[in-house]
Structure formats: structure tokens, C-alpha cells
């Protein structure tokens, strides 16, 4: 009499990368249509935002919306002010509690985890219970342009700053098999071949974040007539937080390696590029298309 071989215990890891993160759509899609649906989802910023989609069931109609937004919409979210961060957030996710993600975390359709930063400790927090939206807006708040929140008495910032792709929160939750995805793998390879070119797109390429820079730089001193340019002010943050994400997630992910890396490449899009999700999308299709003989070897998928 044969024995029944128990399937291992698969983990999808969703990490940050602001609008890169609707790469995220395609790979989900990609890896349902072979045949593989994860027993665990963690997530970290808009990891943690289309995870909590697809852990509630609502990745298909979350699709549809993500596909519709234009430049106008982003700015219809936009709750402007300059006192811990550009956005408060509550708009947006406000429009999720009504649209989407309505759920405590403990109650989705399949268990999902995500990761926030303490703000006054550095200390990497992992959210596994209260409201789906609550727990989405602390991983998301990315200093500089979410304000901080406060979440079971601590103040809050995205989980980006110190676990971008959580694997660790995925075997915590006890993942046996570990699919990661990592969007950022090539974006400081951009700003390299970028850096000797003055007129190169920045990472905020979108016309309404170029005005809002504009805005911005009117904050400032006038440099000198003669002076070197210098990129804007949401560039120089922007390519910070990449520079740090990347490397934080090598040195993790080197000490705790998933099974599978999917690494979409996404380097010409930018950090606020929202309105972009079809080639975001297009390009997560086609890197989980890419994995999916690794995912035969290692029998999580059947042989085409």
C-alpha cells in the first residue's frame, strides 16, 4: 500500500517597489493558470497591498481597476500636506476599504503576513492580525511621501527600510517552500547607465511629479548660475530608498535564501509610475513565465 506524499507548505514573498509592484498582478496570474496557489502570502509595502488583494480573492477585479488608473485618478488620492510625509493616505486607502480589502487579516482566504518598520526603534514589525487596510497602510508608508502611522502603539513606516522581500515572516508563518519576488534586482544598473546622462528620465518620470518637484524646488534657494546640476529633491529620495532596498534585500536574502527568485524587470519604470500597470503587469507574466521550469524541478508544478 503506497503512501500519500504531503505537498510541502508554499510561500509567495512579495516585495517593495512602489509602482513596480503591480508586476506582482502578473506573476500571481502567471503562476494560478500553471497551476500553483500559494498556502501563505507575506508582503512588504505594495507587496503587502496586492497580497491582501489576492489573499481576500479580489486579484482579478483588483486587475481590472489597477489597468484603468490614469494620471488624474493618482492625483484624485492625493491628500497633500508636509508634516511627516507628501500623502496621508487616507483617501486611497479609504477607496480599498470600500472596493476591496474590508476583512481582518485573520479571516483571508488564504493566511498573509506583512511587514512594517518601527519608526522610533528601527525594530521590523510583522502584522498578522487586525484590519487588512490598517496593516496594508502601515507597510506601505514610505518616508518621505506616506506620513507614519500609528498601528498597536507604534509608529509605523513601510517595511521596505528593513525586510523588502520578507522571506524570515514567510518561514516564520511556516512556508516550507518559498517563492520570492524581488522588483528591484536591476534598478541600480539604471541609475548607473543613467548617470552620465543629463537629460535621462528620473526616477519620477510621470508629467504631474514633475510638477509637483517643480512646486517643491520653489521651497529652495536658487542655486548659483554656474552651479553643477543636481537632480530634485523626490530624485535624490528616490534613488536613496532604491540604493538601500537593494542592498538590504542582497545581504537577507543571501543569509536566508527563498527557493525561487522571481526578478521582473522593471528599471524603466518609476517610483510613482502608477498609471503604467499594464507594462508592469505584462513584465511580472513574463519573468513568472521564466521560473516556471525551476518550478517544475522542483515538483511543485506538474511537467508540461
Same mark, same amino acid.
Given at each position: 500500500?503506497?503512501?500519500?506524499? /504531503?505537498?510541502? @507548505?508554499?510561500?509567495?514573498?512579495?516585495?517593495?517597489?512602489?509602482? @513596480?509592484?503591480? &508586476?506582482?498582478?502578473?506573476?500571481?496570474?502567471? $503562476?494560478?493558470?500553471?497551476?500553483?496557489?500559494?498556502?501563505?502570502?507575506?508582503?512588504?509595502?505594495?507587496?503587502?497591498?496586492?497580497?491582501?488583494?489576492?489573499?481576500?480573492?479580489?486579484?482579478?477585479?483588483?486587475?481590472?481597476?489597477?489597468?484603468?488608473? @490614469?494620471?488624474?485618478?493618482?492625483?484624485? !488620492?492625493?491628500?497633500?500636506?508636509?508634516?511627516?510625509?507628501? $500623502?496621508?493616505?487616507?483617501?486611497?486607502?479609504?477607496? !480599498?476599504?470600500?472596493?476591496?480589502?474590508?476583512?481582518?487579516?485573520?479571516?483571508?482566504?488564504?493566511?498573509?503576513?506583512?511587514?512594517?518598520?518601527?519608526?522610533?526603534?528601527?525594530?521590523?514589525?510583522?502584522? @498578522?492580525?487586525?484590519?487588512?487596510? +490598517?496593516?496594508? /497602510?502601515?507597510?506601505?508608508?514610505?518616508?518621505?511621501?506616506? #506620513?507614519?502611522?500609528?498601528?498597536? +502603539?507604534?509608529?509605523?513606516?513601510?517595511?521596505?527600510?528593513?525586510? *523588502?522581500?520578507?522571506?524570515?515572516?514567510?518561514?516564520?508563518?511556516?512556508?516550507?517552500?518559498?517563492?520570492?519576488?524581488?522588483?528591484?534586482?536591476?534598478?541600480? #544598473?539604471?541609475?548607473?547607465?543613467?548617470?552620465?546622462?543629463?537629460?535621462?528620465? +528620473?526616477?519620477?518620470? #510621470?508629467?504631474?511629479?514633475? /510638477? $509637483?518637484?517643480?512646486?517643491?524646488?520653489?521651497?529652495? *534657494?536658487?542655486?548659483?548660475?554656474?552651479?553643477?546640476?543636481?537632480?530634485?529633491?523626490?530624485?535624490?529620495?528616490?534613488?536613496? $530608498?532604491?540604493?538601500?532596498?537593494?542592498?538590504?534585500?542582497?545581504?537577507?536574502?543571501?543569509?536566508?535564501?527563498?527557493?525561487?527568485?522571481?526578478?521582473?524587470?522593471?528599471?524603466?519604470?518609476?517610483?510613482?509610475? !502608477?498609471?503604467?500597470?499594464?507594462? &508592469?503587469?505584462?513584465?511580472?507574466?513574463?519573468?513568472?513565465?521564466? #521560473?516556471?521550469?525551476?518550478?517544475?524541478?522542483?515538483?511543485?508544478?506538474?511537467?508540461?
Amino acid at each position: 500500500m503506497g503512501t500519500h506524499q /504531503r505537498k510541502p @507548505r508554499l510561500g509567495l514573498v512579495l516585495g517593495s517597489g512602489s509602482a @513596480r509592484g503591480w &508586476a506582482h498582478i502578473g506573476i500571481i496570474q502567471t $503562476l494560478e493558470q500553471a497551476g500553483l496557489r500559494p498556502d501563505i502570502i507575506c508582503g512588504t509595502s505594495i507587496g503587502a497591498l496586492v497580497g491582501a488583494a489576492y489573499a481576500v480573492g479580489e486579484i482579478n477585479r483588483f486587475e481590472k481597476w489597477v489597468l484603468g488608473l @490614469r494620471i488624474k485618478d493618482i492625483v484624485s !488620492f492625493m491628500d497633500l500636506h508636509l508634516n511627516g510625509g507628501m $500623502l496621508k493616505g487616507e483617501r486611497l486607502m479609504a477607496f !480599498f476599504r470600500d472596493n476591496f480589502i474590508d476583512s481582518p487579516v485573520e479571516a483571508l482566504n488564504i493566511p498573509f503576513g506583512a511587514v512594517a518598520t518601527a519608526l522610533h526603534t528601527g525594530n521590523e514589525v510583522w502584522l @498578522r492580525t487586525g484590519s487588512a487596510v +490598517g496593516v496594508v /497602510r502601515a507597510s506601505i508608508a514610505l518616508p518621505g511621501l506616506f #506620513s507614519p502611522v500609528w498601528h498597536d +502603539g507604534q509608529l509605523l513606516v513601510d517595511g521596505g527600510l528593513v525586510n *523588502p522581500v520578507p522571506v524570515s515572516l514567510a518561514r516564520a508563518m511556516g512556508a516550507e517552500v518559498i517563492i520570492a519576488v524581488d522588483l528591484n534586482s536591476d534598478i541600480l #544598473s539604471r541609475h548607473l547607465n543613467h548617470n552620465e546622462q543629463e537629460d535621462a528620465p +528620473g526616477p519620477i518620470s #510621470s508629467a504631474w511629479m514633475r /510638477r $509637483l518637484q517643480q512646486n517643491l524646488n520653489t521651497l529652495l *534657494p536658487e542655486p548659483p548660475p554656474d552651479a553643477q546640476r543636481l537632480p530634485s529633491v523626490l530624485d535624490v529620495v528616490a534613488t536613496s $530608498l532604491n540604493i538601500m532596498q537593494v542592498r538590504i534585500t542582497r545581504s537577507r536574502m543571501a543569509g536566508d535564501p527563498p527557493d525561487i527568485v522571481i526578478s521582473p524587470r522593471l528599471a524603466h519604470l518609476g517610483l510613482l509610475d !502608477f498609471h503604467r500597470a499594464q507594462a &508592469a503587469i505584462d513584465e511580472g507574466r513574463r519573468a513568472a513565465t521564466a #521560473s516556471l521550469p525551476q518550478l517544475v524541478e522542483l515538483g511543485l508544478i506538474p511537467q508540461p
